[in-house]
């Protein structure tokens, strides 16, 4: 379970700094799991590998625009990015610099329209930050906050739209689940006419999903707590789907997490909500899915860990190794693979 097991090469050229010009145009690899086997389609033709009766589960989460930029008191420059919403003023944060946001520390954003002041540290590196604002946070933030893209990608994003699910629902996430970024209302319209269920779950994607791995024993890795809800009429969903002998389809790894979360031993869902820190790797038996929609991960993190642990690592990386050489595009605005 090394760390470098994980590793892959990677052009600098195939990290995508935009998304593909429309949603369902990008480029779908399909990975067989139980064959040696791989076909290169655009994500449109997704509808030719699901079959009625089976069910596609997505995460309506929705980013918030978490990334705000500020000033001590003492004019210095910080960047808060928020995490975790632990009550109405109160949020979980990375600061950076992490050196001028010690604990007392009061910060200014927008000319006063929010303030904050850092009240604790997390066990992460990371800072509990107190808001104080007049009138709704959420209206606040709409106005100071930026969308909080992902470092690798350099490019300005025209259209904010462009970096959530048509289908988001649910203000929370610091980050899109990003697998869901290949849909159009018609593409979701279309499968649903094939006789093929379309139910939503939420996962507040957070630090969890990106943190890196910094142990080179894989095992030894902690996940960050993300916060989420199956509902009831999901969970009956998804037992109908298994009476039926139908196929569990996730759109991405946030999703799986969630499913799996909430998963008991005979695979039969809890509905609720709570905070997870699973991580999936190489060795983990799933209980829900039976198919994965998915991107291209970064190299040595959880998510290609968990791919991995979904159709084998050695079938994974040689998938990698051959979305490379047909030119594919990596990371959030890149392409996607559908592991059957």
């Not at 849909?183 to 319209?189: I, Q, S, V």
């Not at 095992?219 to 993300?226: G, K, L, S």
């Not at 899915?289 to 990386?317: Q, W, Y």
Request: proline share 4%; charged share 25%.
């Amino acid at each position: 379970m090394k760390l470098s097991d994980y590793d892959y090469y990677l052009p600098e050229e195939l990290i995508a700094q935009e998304p593909s010009a429309k949603r369902d145009e990008s480029r779908l690899m399909v990975l067989f799991r139980d064959r040696d086997k791989i076909e290169h389609k655009k994500f449109k033709n997704i509808t030719e590998y699901l079959k009625p009766g089976d069910t596609l589960v997505v995460n309506d989460t929705k980013v918030i625009p978490a990334r705000l930029y500020g000033v001590k008191e003492t004019g210095a420059r910080v960047e808060v990015l928020l995490l975790k919403q632990l009550d109405s003023n109160r949020w979980e944060s990375l600061v950076k610099p992490g050196r001028k946001a010690r604990v007392g520390a009061c910060l200014n954003f927008a000319g006063g329209k929010l303030t904050a002041k850092v009240v604790d540290n997390t066990a992460v590196g990371g800072r509990v930050v107190e808001f104080s604002f007049r009138g709704s946070f959420e209206d606040i933030l709409s106005q100071v906050g930026q969308v909080p893209l992902p470092p690798y990608i350099k490019k300005t994003l025209d259209n904010p739209e462009r970096y959530q699910t048509v289908y988001a629902r649910q203000a929370g996430s610091a980050a899109a689940p990003t697998a869901g970024l290949h849909f159009t209302g018609e593409l979701l319209e279309k499968i649903k006419g094939q006789g093929i269920d379309i139910v939503s779950v939420l996962l507040h994607v957070g630090l969890g999903t990106f943190r890196p791995v910094k142990v080179e024993d894989i095992r030894e890795h902690r996940m960050h707590a993300e916060y989420y809800e199956i509902s009831e009429k999901t969970a009956k969903k998804l037992a109908d789907t298994r009476k039926r002998g139908g196929r569990i389809i996730a759109v991405g790894t946030t999703t799986t997490r969630c499913l799996e979360s909430a998963a008991m031993e005979n695979g039969q869902l809890k509905p609720g909500g709570g905070w997870t820190e699973i991580f999936i790797y190489p060795g983990y038996r799933f209980k829900v899915i039976d198919g994965l929609v998915t991107n291209f991960h970064l190299p040595c993190s959880t998510l290609l860990m968990m791919v991995s642990a979904f159709a084998g690592r050695e079938k994974v990386l040689n998938a990698y190794r051959e979305a490379v050489a047909h030119r594919y595009r990596f990371f959030s605005f890149g392409d996607a693979m559908l592991l059957i």
